[in-house]
């Protein structure tokens, strides 16, 4: 089993920053790419930014310049500092990691989401 907990999550005022932070547990043997994910009310969930075990980034176009995805590989935990947010960040934001346990494949698991709200 394979747990990701996320915190940080809150209300903050437009301009304001967050920073987020996802911790994976269990009985891992190793962890690929780890990200976040949004889901706003009435949409699809969408990718933020993921980072693979290596430092390889990626940003949605939305948020390139304003959020930072770091990771620390010895306590497999992935974080997103969140700056010059805007009420069109408001969403459900999600954690992901790629997991291996043991030798088996790789498979995703997530976090169970935590709430940004953006007051303008």
């Known amino acids: 089993q394979v747990q990701l907990v996320e915190s940080g999550g809150g209300l903050v005022q437009a301009g304001g920053s967050l920073r987020l932070s996802c911790a994976a547990s269990?009985?891992?043997?190793?962890?690929?790419?780890m990200g976040w994910y949004r889901q706003a009310p009435g949409k699809q969930r969408e990718l933020v930014a993921t980072i693979t075990s290596g430092g390889r980034i990626n940003y949605a176009d939305s948020v390139k310049g304003r959020f930072t995805i770091s990771r620390d590989n010895a306590k497999n935990t992935v974080y997103l500092q969140m700056n010059s947010l805007k009420p069109e960040d408001t969403a459900v934001y999600y954690c992901?990691?790629?997991?291996?346990?043991?030798?088996?494949?790789?498979?995703?698991?997530w976090g169970q989401g935590t709430q940004i709200t953006i007051s303008s």
């Open positions: 992901n990691a790629i997991v291996r346990v043991g030798a088996g494949l790789p498979f995703v698991s």
């Open positions: 269990g009985s891992i043997f190793s962890i690929n790419a």
